[in-house]
């Protein structure tokens, strides 16, 4: 499988999946929480795929796992 682009509410979705917070409001850009990582997000209403692979890869190193595309795409 490989990733696609992905609506801001999907993503919001599968990041809950993780155990992230609730979205929370920011001074630029909204925010969640998983411990003391704070990923921003992006105030896009759809995701491309580069945007999605640099999003991951900051979630990955926030959470301290590596997320497959398959489990992605699965969540």
């Not at 999946?17 to 003391?36: C, I």
């Amino acid at each position: 499988m490989q990733l696609h682009p992905i609506k801001r509410r999907e993503f919001i979705r599968k990041l809950r999946h993780l155990g992230f917070s609730d979205v929370q409001p920011g001074a630029k850009h909204a925010f969640m929480r998983y411990g003391n990582y704070r990923p921003r997000l992006p105030n896009d209403d759809e995701y491309s795929v580069p945007l999605l692979k640099y999003l991951l890869r900051q979630v990955q190193n926030g959470i301290g796992r590596s997320i497959s595309e398959d489990e992605w795409n699965n969540l």
